[in-house]
């Protein structure tokens, strides 16, 4: 059974620029969400996909935006990066019929933005 | 609106102490209550869960009641490990919608040998 993976594992942007962080979900998952984590923080909620349809959505603002791929692939995407916006970057999948049932999450991808 | 608040660290303990990390929660509702664990240079992993009033999960030695009427899920475990050393997380999940976790801020736990 493959797990999540996540692409890229860092990387390094400027104020301004944007950004794409990819993720593959766990094998027979349909649902994806994303979740922020600051240094010393616990993961926020970005947002969640199912069935290439956001769903759900944390206190963000619209410059993150994201896709779910037929595959159930899914990328997150950040327009106009700020400073704050240097976190950890955690993808989950899950199955949308457990409900409260486990997210399986990725290793991340580490955002600097200088 | 819902939150989550955990003891706050790190915590350094040495092999074979016992260990509480506290864990309160606010929310609406009947959220299921989850620890995850971070290794160093690794995902979080589901450590255990309850998913409803006096629920107890437990994994690895680790252990955990899901309290209603002191909105606790206290984790604990008799015999730390070295290999315990992470950082644990307290979550409360939720659905609107989406299934949405919510986080406490963490707690850093080191056994020392």
């Known amino acids: 059974e493959t797990g999540v993976t996540q692409s890229p594992t860092h990387l390094i942007k400027t104020r301004g620029q944007q950004v794409t962080l990819r993720c593959s979900s766990q094998?027979?998952?349909?649902?994806v969400s994303w979740y922020q984590q600051a240094l010393g923080q616990g993961p926020q909620f970005i947002f969640q996909?199912?069935?290439?349809?956001?769903?759900g959505r944390g206190n963000f603002p619209p410059r993150f935006s994201g896709l779910q791929f037929p595959n159930y692939s899914s990328e997150l995407n950040v327009n106009a990066l700020e400073l704050d916006d240097s976190a950890l970057y955690l993808c989950?999948?899950?199955?949308?019929?457990?409900?409260?049932?486990?997210?399986?999450f990725g290793e991340g991808s580490r955002l600097t933005v200088l | 609106g819902d939150s989550v608040t955990q003891m706050e660290g790190p915590v350094t303990l040495s092999e074979e102490a016992c260990l509480t990390i506290?864990?309160?929660?606010?929310?609406?509702?009947?959220?299921?209550l989850f620890w995850y664990v971070q290794y160093p240079g690794e995902g979080l992993q589901l450590l255990l869960k309850?998913?409803?009033?006096?629920d107890k999960g437990s994994n690895k030695g680790f252990e955990a009641t899901y309290r209603k009427e002191t909105t606790s899920f206290h984790l604990e475990k008799g015999s730390v490990q070295v290999s315990d050393s992470a950082v644990y997380f307290c979550?409360?999940?939720?659905?609107?919608?989406?299934?949405?976790?919510?986080f406490g801020q963490g707690t850093r736990l080191t056994i020392n040998p």
């Open positions: 979550a409360l999940s939720i659905i609107q919608g989406a299934q949405k976790l919510v």
């Open positions: 094998s027979g998952h349909n649902t």
């Open positions: 989950a999948s899950s199955l949308a019929a457990k409900r409260n049932g486990e997210l399986f």
């Open positions: 506290n864990c309160t929660y606010t929310a609406t509702g009947y959220p299921s």
């Open positions: 996909y199912y069935r290439e349809e956001e769903n």
């Open positions: 309850a998913t409803k009033a006096d």
